[in-house]
């Protein structure tokens, strides 16, 4: 069979290489593609819908499956099969969900399908007089396709006024931003949601989420997307029913009521919140990268399951996943999302796993946007190269991918090194309710301990805590040792000033790590410094500089975070909190930038 695929990212990339390990495809095009995928698919010129379909007509394709929302809203599924070819895709009425924010939004109201409050807008100041009816933050969309920019947030009303006023007029978005959709801000954590449909039945692929935000932390611009990994746990079973019977289904069943049965992949962005999920937008098509990992995680033959929803017939589909966690970590060009620099050199590409062997790899690389110039890859494209693995897990898979990124150099590349960390947080591993053991040796040292109990509080790190002394209370102290090894505390931290034999009496008591923070009190604090750095061979305390109680904090989240997945997360993304922080103070001080 001759399948093409419409599009030329990282998405029709994966979607090339999936195709081609189908043993019941023959050939694979790709229409306008990328260099990159030469080894899995033949590059076709054709570029609008015309000339695609002159080339089914004359190769004879068997399937079209089109990947790029552009060509599915202006119809290009119509006229394959209206010239009695198969396409995999929704047709143009039905692609409207995502072509128009004002009909998806009027159509979630008409089914009651949960999204935010909104109104649509074509004239200033009927928008004027409800954004003044609302709070800050202001969540202002063009209606129409805006290559995934059309969204703004604005934080206070003039800047909302101007962006209404830039949308209206053309200004913006040209003529998608003629109608506008203005809407209640939602909280909580995002995730997409990917279903195959042929109109009727559906397959849910496994849960996803994607990385819009340029910078790590999500800051910064919103761009295509600059990673993603599946399954995310934010979606638990619970959540994924809720997504099925509230939105899901009386999607589908409500587009099929309304004479435009949604054939082909649906994306829905949700807002997840408190056990609620809303609809943020709907999609008419795959995610870019979300396909990525979908494709790694899919067991069953894709071209398969495109014929069977092409010709409504997915109900007799039995479909199988790989039970692996996969991700992919997008390498975007210096400038993404602005004003790009293209034509760098890459090298290091020959390094990592080549998809010309169809067979199933644990790492893969997915082209968004190289040309080849003799030998060389240039880059080509804000988005340029996904490097994607799948692992047992989600931390192992990253760990492949951040490996292989390493191999893998231009001048001016960009990546985000927070790629699934929000996913890796909500891996819980069942810590005990109590991890860490404080004892401190005075009222008056609780003003430093508070210093590490507020950042234990911050990374959601239960903790005990005892006023207690060597001298005067030893029995006291080793009960609070005992009591506490027994509730499954794994470390221990005690600070003293003046003689300070509190982590000694601690570390004499316990096999858990203790940690010693001497307290300034008299001779600066180095009394209670030579006191906890003097123990003898075979009592080891670890020892702080004097008050440092946020280190003994960071310390003994260092030693949980060998057992506990999220911990690991968090103290990454700590660490990167702490370099934004450094970047921003010499930006304060007015340096040049480096
Ligand atoms: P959209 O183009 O509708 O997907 O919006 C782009 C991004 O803007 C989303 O992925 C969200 O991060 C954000 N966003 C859109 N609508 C809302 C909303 N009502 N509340 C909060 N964030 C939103
Ligand atoms: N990754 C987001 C999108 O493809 O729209």
């Known amino acids: 069979m001759k399948v093409l695929i419409v599009g030329s990212g990282g998405r029709e990339h994966a979607l090339a290489w999936k195709m081609k390990q189908s043993p019941q495809v023959s050939q694979v095009f790709v229409a306008p593609g990328n260099d990159g995928m030469r080894s899995v698919a033949e590059l076709v010129s054709a570029r609008t819908n015309e000339a695609i379909l002159s080339f089914i007509q004359r190769e004879k394709v068997d399937l079209t499956f089109v990947g790029q929302e552009a060509?599915?809203?202006?119809?290009?599924?119509?006229?394959?099969?209206?010239?009695?070819?198969?396409?995999?895709?929704?047709?143009?009425?039905?692609?409207?969900?995502?072509?128009?924010?004002?009909?998806?939004?009027?159509?979630?109201?008409?089914?009651?399908?949960?999204?935010?409050?909104?109104?649509?807008?074509?004239?200033?100041?009927?928008?004027?007089?409800?954004?003044?009816?609302?709070?800050?933050?202001?969540?202002?969309?063009?209606?129409?396709?805006?290559?995934?920019?059309?969204?703004?947030?604005?934080?206070?009303?003039?800047?909302?006024?101007?962006?209404?006023?830039?949308?209206?007029?053309?200004?913006?978005?040209?003529?998608?931003?003629?109608?506008?959709?203005?809407?209640?801000?939602?909280?909580?954590?995002?995730?997409?949601?990917?279903?195959?449909?042929?109109?009727?039945?559906?397959?849910?692929?496994?849960?996803?989420?994607?990385?819009?935000?340029?910078?790590?932390?999500?800051?910064?611009?919103?761009?295509?997307?600059?990673?993603?990994?599946?399954?995310?746990?934010?979606?638990?079973?619970?959540?994924?029913?809720?997504?099925?019977?509230?939105?899901?289904?009386?999607?589908?069943?409500?587009?099929?009521?309304?004479?435009?049965?949604?054939k082909g992949v649906l994306y829905i962005g949700l807002m997840i919140d408190h056990g609620e999920a809303k609809v943020v937008e709907y999609n008419c098509r795959f995610g870019d990268p979300e396909c990525q990992v979908l494709m790694l995680k899919l067991k069953s033959d894709l071209y398969g399951l495109a014929v069977a929803a092409a010709e409504g017939k997915l109900a007799q589909e039995i479909v199988e996943w790989h039970s692996e966690s996969a991700v992919c970590v997008i390498l975007a060009s210096g400038g993404y999302p602005e004003q790009i620099e293209k034509g760098k050199i890459i090298s290091g590409i020959e390094l990592l796993p080549s998809d010309s062997k169809p067979e199933r790899q644990s790492s893969q690389i997915f082209h968004s946007g190289t040309r080849l110039d003799g030998s060389v890859y240039r880059t080509d494209g804000g988005r340029v190269i996904g490097v994607a693995s799948i692992g047992i897990n989600l931390e192992k898979a990253l760990q492949q991918a951040y490996q292989n990124i390493g191999k893998i150099y231009w001048e001016g590349m960009v990546y985000r090194r927070d790629i699934g960390s929000k996913g890796l947080m909500h891996c819980r591993d069942m810590r005990p309710e109590k991890s860490v053991g404080i004892v401190i040796g005075s009222k008056s040292d609780l003003e430093i301990a508070r210093k590490a109990t507020a950042l234990l509080e911050r990374f959601e790190v239960g903790y005990r805590f005892c006023i207690t002394s060597a001298h005067r209370s030893p029995i006291r102290t080793r009960e609070f040792i005992n009591q506490s090894e027994a509730m499954g505390v794994e470390v221990f931290i005690a600070m003293a000033g003046m003689a300070a034999h509190l982590p000694g009496v601690v570390a004499a008591e316990t096999t858990k790590p203790v940690i010693g923070v001497p307290i300034v009190s008299t001779l600066d604090g180095m009394d209670s410094l030579l006191a906890i750095a003097q123990m003898p061979p075979g009592v080891p305390v670890a020892t702080m500089a004097t008050n440092g109680a946020v280190n003994a904090a960071i310390l003994s989240l260092q030693i949980l975070s060998l057992r506990y997945t999220d911990l690991r997360a968090k103290l990454k993304l700590y660490k990167i909190e702490m370099e934004q922080q450094v970047v921003v103070s010499h930006k304060e001080a007015g340096l040049e930038s480096i």
Do not use: W
């Open 71 to 262: 060509y599915l809203v202006d119809g290009l599924v119509d006229q394959i099969e209206s010239a009695g070819f198969k396409a995999f895709g929704p047709t143009a009425a039905a692609a409207a969900l995502e072509g128009s924010k004002a009909f998806s939004k009027d159509f979630m109201h008409r089914h009651q399908i949960p999204t935010a409050r909104y109104e649509i807008f074509r004239e200033e100041d009927k928008a004027f007089a409800y954004l003044e009816s609302m709070n800050a933050p202001y969540v202002i969309k063009a209606s129409g396709l805006a290559a995934g920019k059309g969204a703004v947030i604005c934080q206070d009303l003039e800047e909302a006024q101007n962006t209404v006023r830039q949308m209206l007029s053309g200004q913006a978005f040209g003529e998608s931003g003629r109608t506008l959709v203005i809407e209640e801000f939602m909280n909580g954590e995002e995730a997409s949601f990917f279903v195959l449909t042929d109109g009727k039945d559906f397959v849910a692929f496994p849960s996803c989420q994607d990385h819009k935000r340029i910078g790590e932390l999500d800051q910064g611009l919103n761009t295509g997307g600059m990673g993603a990994y599946s399954p995310a746990p934010i979606v638990t079973p619970e959540i994924e029913k809720i997504i099925i019977d509230r939105i899901v289904k009386p999607t589908i069943s409500g587009m099929a009521a309304e004479g435009n049965p949604y």
